[in-house]
């Protein structure tokens, strides 16, 4: 029997088979590919095995997604806060008018004393409402 040599420009990773325990070579691009992939690969006996854990650039993808989704509802809950806010303060502005102008804030009548009164005793309060 003759000897030959052959010669490989990449480096092979030894696995062990989980289930029968015999070694065999991988290359190296080609088990980072079933790391990516999570395809079935076999040993030498048959035995089928895989690599199901998530890949760090698959665990960055998730993570990224997560944070893009939480970004989204905290804009959208401030866009909902923000229409709030300005809601608020029409009616609060509205109200103040109303009160200024001698209308009841519970009845909406309009009384004479309570116009008057705004007038003479809270006079800023009047100008602010304008």
């Known amino acids: 029997m003759s000897a030959a040599k052959v010669s490989f420009d990449f480096e092979l ?5 989980i289930t029968c325990g015999i070694p ?9 590919n ?11 006996n048959g035995h089928a095995a895989c690599y199901p854990q998530k890949t760090e650039a698959e665990k960055l993808r998730e993570e990224l997604d997560a944070t893009t989704k ?5 804009r ?6 923000t229409a709030a806010l300005g809601e ?3 009616k609060a502005e509205r109200l103040r008018k109303r009160t200024a102008n001698g209308a009841c804030p519970c009845c909406k009548r309009s009384f004479v004393n309570l116009h008057r009164h705004m007038k003479t005793k809270h006079p800023d309060y009047a100008a602010e409402a304008e």
């Open 13 to 17: 990773k030894i696995l062990r088979c």
């Open 34 to 44: 079933l790391r990516e992939s999570h395809a079935r690969f076999y040993c030498p």
């Open 76 to 81: 959208n809950e401030n866009r909902t806060l």
């Open 88 to 90: 608020a303060r029409t």
């Open 24 to 32: 065999f070579g991988l290359p190296d691009y080609f088990q980072e």
């Open 70 to 74: 939480r970004l989204e509802f905290a």
